[in-house]
């Protein structure tokens, strides 16, 4: 057990609450930062703390109490958690390297890529379209500018499983799904919590990393399937459609 690593994880929700739970069954020590608590998050055997991210002063508080001491720093928060995303990615950096940590992971996304019909690697260029993928790609460089010797960037494929599933909502959009023949670039919760904790368990200097299903379906395709899988109606399909295939120079 001595090489299991102590983790941080900044961000208990979808991938953080799994992904605790596979580091404390490795026997690991785990902290874990979230906004609020809930009634599900009593009694975990994990430091778990209700911060205000935004807030530089808790949350450094929050770190110097609990995160001092772990090996590991975990950062799973999306944009869309914060109102000063730069901010909080600078600061939990500038902590991480105050106390001498020297790992961290980042989760990343496929969307630094943009949106157009092209092949992307990892040396691909980053042509990020939305303002989220837009702050993400910034996180990136947040932590590639570090100074920490260890840098995780995993940048995952849109995740799904059974609980929270893409076709769902665009069921309630829409019972025709457009661009029927575009390539999806998609990644199951458990393959990302498990890519999460393997990175944390081996550093090896600046790695970046793309994370997607492969070989990359149809839209047409992955939704027939998972439609099946989930007991709901086939939706219809609109024909063509083009977008990015996203591809790993490693074997992941």
Wanted: with cysteine.
């Amino acid at each position: 057990m001595s090489d299991v690593p102590a983790v941080g994880i900044l961000g208990f929700g979808y991938l953080g609450r799994p992904l605790a739970e596979r580091a404390y069954q490795a026997g690991a020590e785990v902290a874990a930062i979230k906004r609020h608590i809930s009634s599900d998050d009593i009694n975990l055997p994990i430091a778990l703390e209700a911060v205000d991210a935004d807030n530089r002063q808790a949350l450094c508080q929050a770190l110097e109490k609990d995160w001092a001491d772990k090996s590991v720093w975990i950062c799973l928060l999306p944009p869309s958690a914060l109102n000063d995303y730069e901010a909080c990615l600078k600061t939990w950096c500038e902590q991480a390297k105050k106390y001498g940590v020297q790992h961290l992971v980042y989760s990343s996304s496929v969307g630094v890529y943009g949106n157009s019909a092209r092949v992307c690697d990892e040396n691909s260029p980053l042509a990020p379209e939305s303002d989220s993928a837009k702050k993400v790609a910034a996180a990136e460089q947040i932590l590639l500018n570090s100074g920490i010797a260890n840098i995780d960037i995993l940048r995952l494929g849109g995740l799904y499983d059974s609980s929270r599933h893409p076709l769902t909502s665009l069921l309630r959009r829409s019972k025709v799904i457009a661009n029927a023949d575009a390539p999806v670039n998609m990644l199951h919760r458990e393959r990302a919590v498990a890519a999460l904790w393997q990175a944390a368990e081996q550093p090896g200097g600046i790695r970046i990393r793309n994370w997607v299903e492969t070989p990359q379906p149809s839209r047409r395709a992955f939704y027939t399937t998972e439609a099946a899988k989930l007991g709901v109606p086939l939706p219809e399909f609109e024909v063509g459609g083009s977008g990015k295939t996203v591809v790993s120079l490693y074997r992941n």
